[in-house]
C-alpha cells in the first residue's frame, strides 16, 4: 500500500463533486474526515496492482465497494493531478485507468494523459489568466487612463468572483 497521499481536489477543491446537494455534501464531509484522501489511495494502490491494463471505474468500484460518485471524484483528482490516465480504448463502455507508473508501456496515442475539460473551466482558466496579466500590467505603470479602465473592469472581476463564491457557498447549507 503506498503512503497516505495528500488531499489532491484538481477541480477547484470540490473532491470532484457535481452541482448537485447530495454530492456537495458528500464531498464535503469526505474532505473534512480525510476520507477523500483516503480513498483515493485505496484506488491508487488497486490500480498500481491492475498493472497496465488498468481498471474501469466500475471495476474500481465493485473492487473498492464503492458508487459511481466517489470513485469518478477520486479517479478526476488523481487523472488532474498526474498520477493515473485513462486509456482511449472502450472496455464495458467505459475507458479503463491506468496507475502512471505503467504510462511508458503505452503510447501517446492509446492514450488521454490529461482529464476532460469543459467549456466552463476553460473559461474560467482563461479568466484567470488574463485577470493575472491585467494585473500585471497594472503594476507596470500604466497610463493613469488605461489603469482606472482596466483596475475598474478587474474590480468588477473580483466582485463577480467574490459573490459567486458567496452565493455557491449559501447554496450549500
Known amino acids: 500500500m503506498t503512503d497516505q497521499l495528500d488531499l489532491f481536489t484538481f477541480y477547484g477543491d470540490t473532491g470532484g463533486f457535481v452541482q448537485r446537494p447530495a454530492s456537495i455534501d458528500r464531498a464535503m464531509r469526505e474532505i473534512a474526515s480525510g476520507k477523500l484522501s483516503e480513498r483515493q489511495s485505496q484506488v491508487l494502490d488497486l490500480l498500481d496492482d491492475a498493472g497496465a491494463s488498468g481498471l474501469t471505474w466500475n471495476d ?94 478587474v474590480s468588477m472581476m473580483d466582485d463577480y468572483e467574490r459573490f459567486s463564491k458567496q452565493s455557491e457557498t449559501e447554496s450549500r447549507l
Open 60 to 153: 474500481c468500484g465493485v473492487l473498492l465497494g464503492l458508487h459511481h460518485g466517489q470513485i469518478s471524484g477520486a479517479l478526476s483528482n488523481l487523472h488532474g493531478c498526474g498520477m493515473v490516465f485513462a486509456l482511449k480504448q472502450v472496455r464495458n463502455r467505459s475507458h479503463p485507468y491506468v496507475h502512471i507508473k505503467y504510462q511508458s508501456e503505452w503510447n501517446a496515442e492509446a492514450r488521454y494523459d490529461e482529464p476532460v475539460r469543459t467549456r466552463n473551466s476553460k473559461e474560467r482558466n482563461l479568466q484567470a489568466q488574463l485577470l493575472e496579466a491585467v494585473r500585471e500590467a497594472i503594476s507596470d505603470e500604466w497610463s493613469q487612463t488605461k489603469t482606472d479602465i482596466v483596475t475598474a473592469v
